[in-house]
């Protein structure tokens, strides 16, 4: 049988849960990091979603900015 290319399946947004478990948080957590910490977010009416590349950024940015001791 003869396969295919196929394109990999990406996963571009995150919902607040698969953040969540992500980062080992609850669901609250995340939505306080999005309100207090500018966690950034991409909305769809009324669908939260975040870009994995966002969350990665934010989190490097974080750490960053806490080994700076500020």
Known sequence: MEQHDAMPSLQLLLT?????KAL?????????????????????????????????RWLKERQARDDGGT
């Open 16 to 20: 607040i849960p698969q953040v969540a």
């Open 24 to 56: 080992n948080l609850g669901r609250t957590k995340v939505y306080e990091l999005i309100g207090k910490e500018n966690l950034p977010v991409q909305r769809f009416g009324r669908a939260i979603r975040v870009s994995q590349e966002d969350l990665v």
